[in-house]
């Protein structure tokens, strides 16, 4: 079946397994009442909606400083990288969140420019301070939305400008909070951030300041994120008491 609506994530090492995969399909089944395709780029197909994911920028990548160690996300920028990837709107999700309601909601967005997560958790003015400096990026690529063609100004950029961008960025969200996001005027920006009430983060609150509780489960947001920057505190989601019987 080959429907409008592609839900696409992407794996690749050995930090998710493939349980991963399959317990964000079952979750999208769970909570998408319209047809959808499903995707996972990854470096290990397996499955019938698994991709291989290419490995042009392989190179540019020193997996020792470990900069821009994300990239293999901006491949799905350019959908003509995958002839067997249908569907003309397109929904990222990585492989460790939590969906509390339907992602219909996510297809009904106004789509003008495509949409990112602006995490509402982080103070904007600390942000602005830190810009110079590469890091405190509002943005997370944890969820993304776009319709075909809109991210490939992205992937493009990237081609040309690889050798810079894999030695400058760390993240992919620090590169595209300098070449895509306006941190002064976000009303101007390339994204537009998903509203205020739809994604928050298990580790880093909701909404600064005034709903900023930790490890805190919102059922009445869209969607949970784990984004964590603290490596010695990681947790496997699937073994956090609170969330049990969510899976």
């Not at 992407?10 to 317990?23: A, H, I, R």
Request: glycine share 4%.
């Amino acid at each position: 079946m080959n429907s409008l609506y592609t839900i696409l994530c992407v794996k690749w090492g050995d930090k998710y397994d493939s349980d991963y995969v399959l317990n964000l399909k079952e979750q999208v089944d769970r909570n998408l009442d319209q047809p959808y395709n499903f995707y996972c780029l990854t470096d290990n197909p397996e499955t019938e909606y698994d991709i291989q994911l290419p490995t042009d920028w392989d190179q540019y990548h020193d997996s020792e400083k470990n900069f821009f160690w994300a990239y293999r996300k901006c491949y799905m920028f350019n959908e003509n990288l995958f002839p067997e990837m249908g569907g003309t709107q397109f929904l990222y999700l990585d492989l460790d969140v939590l969906i509390h309601q339907n992602l219909k909601y996510f297809f009904t967005l106004n789509m003008q420019k495509p949409y990112i997560v602006r995490g509402w958790w982080n103070d904007l003015d600390n942000c602005r301070k830190n810009y110079g400096k590469v890091k405190s990026t509002p943005l997370n690529s944890s969820v993304i939305r776009w319709n075909r063609g809109q991210l490939r100004s992205i992937y493009d950029h990237i081609e040309k400008h690889n050798e810079v961008i894999f030695f400058t960025y760390r993240t992919i969200d620090n590169y595209f909070n300098h070449h895509f996001y306006k941190i002064w005027d976000e009303k101007v920006s390339f994204f537009n951030p998903f509203p205020k009430g739809d994604i928050y983060s298990w580790y880093k609150g909701n909404i600064f300041p005034e709903d900023m509780d930790l490890k805190k489960i919102r059922q009445d947001h869209k969607i949970c994120l784990f984004n964590n920057s603290t490596k010695d505190t990681y947790e496997d989601m699937f073994e956090i008491e609170e969330l049990r019987k969510f899976w």
